[in-house]
């Protein structure tokens, strides 16, 4: 047994020692790479941006195994970086053919926008708008030039959500669905415990997905210098081949990806002109005597540290330590005189949700002014963490809103005894300690007591609410009840300040800190992303769990006759009272 631990004590030295020397190997040739580099001309080169990946918000830091996902934040912060440098002549994308997230869209289409006002161009080339969604071509709509292949169509025709509705097999199962709900907009309980649409889940659902096509369709007819009517038109009338399509002044061009690179070369002038991936340019560096903190946060609100996705698990996640954390670095870093709070959150956690509004309050009340900028979404606990901000910016595209709160359980006392499974439970103490029993359902005090814990949840948030945002309390009351709007909607009911996207945020920082609008500041990510090393040793001290943890749950997930339950259960956690309901948009 002793030669067994020395034997993988010196495994785990020895893969340890591999990193150390592959990171030594890799800063050797990065520093040969920059001798090399001192005095050479920079190349010119053309940008490219292939939307055909997926994108998260905001950046995660370095990865340990292999490249990080590319980032809608930094993508725009290279753009601005780009639209300043003499040796970009132009960006040149791969668009995508398939849909992706409609405020994502929209803050690239802004950030080309804003790199267009440097006089250079961007060429966009789809093989196909395959999908109906308008968001893949709103995303490249600002384009000097959109190609598409000639032996593909064009099919975007608008917008769909679909929600599943267990209702019906809860019935078939005996499960007996017991939420509350505050309150009649809070729809994510609708699923469980509804077959179908209810009046109030149809009619806040077709408001926001109606906001966002007429806000796409608005932009988009600017872009093609069209009337909003004639884009609808063509709307209306799809699917239409690439020659249709371009006969509709969708699009401009037809060829190949190949011809498409060889018509942005001529255009430059030079045959020798660099593609180069906007992922290796990067977003470069900031500089200046005053420092604007970023704070990002996004997606589930949970207790603890973010998780930034790994091969162990993917998923990416706002901690309550890690975000609360980065609010009080800044507020120790004399140089820092704003913070802007990126949020792309549905909500999560009650408990981690107060814990990062009271750390962003601490910050706030040491003079520090908090901006929001609102991503792909800040709804529910995403909303709850900006509430006291001094300023909320958000995309007109960006989901937010559904102050509410829900909760509750699925008793599967009736599924058991189907199949003849028995659970017997004894209690000491007081009744509510069975509260939380999968099998047996609520008793008539422990329902009142529980949907007086969420009562209370619900009154805090409203109140946090109506405080930041200088609100009579029934106002808040009046467009809470848990309804999803998109940013423009929530602009006109003053949940938000100012429409924009991250860059617009930076500059409202500025003006809260008094800083010049054409002043250099450095942008500083709080709290300070994790190294390759640090990563290894979270590898060594925490996988083998997270392995067998991830491995468990995707043999559970692969059971056909428990997927509809395993979902119902996993949206129905305790601690997750605060999580907003949002369909996927296509």
Same mark, same amino acid.
């Given at each position: 047994? *002793?030669?067994?631990?020395?034997?993988?004590? !010196?495994?785990?030295?020895?893969?340890?020692?591999?990193?150390?020397?592959?990171? @030594?190997?890799?800063?050797?040739?990065?520093?040969?790479?920059?001798?090399?580099?001192?005095? #050479?001309?920079?190349?010119?080169?053309? @940008?490219?941006?292939?939307?055909?990946?997926?994108?998260?918000?905001?950046?995660?830091?370095?990865?340990?195994?292999?490249?990080?996902?590319?980032?809608?934040?930094?993508?725009?912060?290279?753009?601005? *970086?780009?639209?300043?440098?003499?040796?970009?002549?132009?960006?040149?994308?791969?668009?995508?053919?398939?849909?992706?997230?409609?405020?994502?869209?929209?803050? @690239? *289409?802004?950030?080309?926008?804003?790199?267009?006002?440097?006089?250079?161009?961007?060429?966009? $080339?789809?093989?196909?708008?395959?999908?109906?969604?308008?968001?893949?071509?709103?995303?490249?709509?600002?384009?000097?030039?959109?190609?598409?292949?000639?032996?593909?169509?064009?099919?975007?025709?608008?917008?769909?959500?679909?929600?599943?509705?267990?209702?019906?097999?809860?019935?078939?199962?005996?499960?007996?669905?017991?939420?509350?709900?505050? $309150?009649?907009?809070?729809?994510?309980?609708?699923?469980?415990?509804?077959?179908?649409?209810?009046?109030?889940?149809?009619?806040?659902?077709?408001?926001?997905?109606?906001?966002?096509?007429?806000?796409?369709?608005?932009? &988009?007819?600017?872009?093609?210098?069209?009337?909003?009517?004639?884009?609808?038109?063509?709307?209306?009338?799809?699917? $239409?081949?690439?020659?249709?399509?371009?006969?509709?002044?969708?699009?401009?061009?037809?060829? $190949?990806?190949?011809?498409?690179?060889?018509?942005?070369?001529?255009?430059?002038?030079?045959?020798?002109?660099?593609?180069?991936d906007i992922a290796t340019y990067g977003p470069g560096t900031t500089s200046g005597a005053n420092t604007i903190a970023f704070v990002g946060g996004q997606g589930t609100v949970l207790p603890g540290q973010s998780s930034g996705g790994s091969i162990f698990s993917p998923n990416i996640s706002m901690g309550g330590d890690t975000v609360a954390a980065g609010f009080d670095a800044a507020l120790k870093d004399k140089k820092v005189k704003a913070i802007v709070f990126r949020v792309s959150s549905p909500g999560g956690s009650p408990a981690a949700s107060d814990q990062i509004l009271a750390a962003a309050d601490r910050a706030k009340e040491a003079g520090k002014p908090i901006v929001i900028s609102m991503g792909q979404y800040a709804a529910s606990g995403g909303y709850y963490v900006a509430a006291h901000a001094d300023h909320i910016v958000a995309l007109p595209q960006t989901i937010t809103g559904s102050i509410g709160v829900f909760g509750g359980k699925i008793a599967?006392?009736?599924?058991?005894?189907?199949?003849?499974?028995?659970?017997?439970?004894?209690?000491?103490? !007081?009744?509510? %300690?069975?509260?939380?029993?999968?099998?047996?359902?609520?008793?008539?005090?422990?329902?009142?007591?529980? *949907?007086?814990?969420?009562?209370?949840?619900?009154?805090?948030?409203?109140?946090?609410?109506?405080?930041?945002?200088?609100?009579?309390?029934?106002?808040?009351?009046? &467009?809470?009840?848990?309804?999803?709007?998109?940013?423009?909607?929530?602009?006109?009911?003053?949940?938000?300040?100012?429409?924009?996207?991250?860059?617009? %945020?930076?500059?409202?920082?500025?003006?809260?800190?008094?800083?010049?609008?054409?002043?250099?500041?450095? &942008?500083?990510?709080?709290?300070?992303?994790?190294?390759?090393?640090?990563?290894?040793?979270?590898?060594?001290?925490?996988?083998?769990?997270?392995?067998?943890?991830?491995?468990?749950?995707?043999?559970?997930?692969? @059971?056909?006759?428990?997927?509809?339950?395993?979902?119902?259960?996993?949206?129905?956690?305790?601690?997750?009272?605060?999580?907003?309901?949002?369909? #996927?948009?296509?």
């Open positions: 047994m *002793r030669q067994f631990f020395i034997t993988m004590a !010196g495994t785990i030295a020895g893969i340890f020692g591999f990193f150390v020397l592959l990171i @030594l190997i890799f800063m050797f040739f990065g520093i040969l790479g920059a001798l090399s580099a001192i005095g #050479e001309k920079t190349p010119d080169k053309i @940008l490219t941006l292939d939307l055909r990946q997926p994108m998260i918000d905001h950046s995660v830091g370095e990865s340990l195994f292999g490249d990080s996902p590319n980032s809608v934040v930094d993508t725009v912060y290279a753009l601005n *970086r780009a639209k300043k440098d003499d040796s970009v002549k132009g960006v040149f994308i791969r668009a995508e053919s398939f849909g992706m997230a409609p405020a994502s869209a929209e803050e @690239l *289409r802004l950030a080309l926008l804003d790199f267009k006002t440097s006089g250079k161009f961007v060429i966009a $080339h789809a093989q196909g708008f395959e999908s109906t969604s308008l968001m893949s071509y709103q995303a490249v709509s600002a384009a000097d030039e959109i190609w598409i292949q000639d032996t593909t169509g064009f099919a975007v025709s608008g917008m769909r959500s679909e929600t599943e509705f267990y209702g019906g097999v809860m019935e078939k199962l005996d499960a007996d669905p017991e939420f509350f709900q505050f $309150h009649e907009y809070k729809n994510a309980v609708n699923s469980y415990t509804q077959k179908d649409f209810t009046d109030a889940h149809r009619e806040a659902t077709t408001s926001y997905l109606t906001s966002i096509y007429e806000n796409a369709v608005s932009q &988009i007819a600017a872009d093609r210098e069209m009337t909003a009517p004639a884009i609808k038109q063509v709307l209306m009338a799809a699917p $239409h081949s690439a020659e249709d399509a371009l006969a509709a002044g969708m699009v401009d061009k037809l060829g $190949h990806i190949e011809t498409a690179k060889d018509y942005v070369r001529k255009k430059t002038g030079n045959d020798k002109i660099v593609f180069t599967l006392e009736g599924t058991f005894a189907k199949v003849g499974y028995n659970i017997e439970g004894i209690t000491v103490g !007081g009744e509510y %300690a069975g509260a939380y029993s999968a099998d047996a359902p609520f008793t008539p005090s422990q329902a009142e007591a529980y *949907r007086g814990q969420l009562q209370d949840i619900y009154d805090d948030f409203t109140l946090r609410v109506a405080n930041g945002r200088d609100m009579p309390l029934e106002r808040v009351k009046e &467009i809470a009840k848990g309804r999803v709007w998109t940013g423009a909607q929530a602009k006109e009911i003053g949940l938000v300040d100012e429409l924009g996207g991250i860059m617009t %945020a930076i500059d409202a920082a500025k003006r809260l800190a008094e800083i010049d609008a054409d002043e250099d500041v450095r &942008i500083k990510i709080f709290p300070r992303q994790k190294t390759i090393e640090e990563q290894i040793n979270d590898l060594f001290t925490g996988s083998a769990q997270m392995a067998q943890d991830i491995q468990t749950l995707k043999e559970i997930a692969t @059971l056909p006759e428990v997927k509809a339950a395993l979902k119902a259960r996993n949206s129905a956690r305790f601690g997750q009272e605060m999580k907003a309901d949002i369909p #996927e948009v296509k």
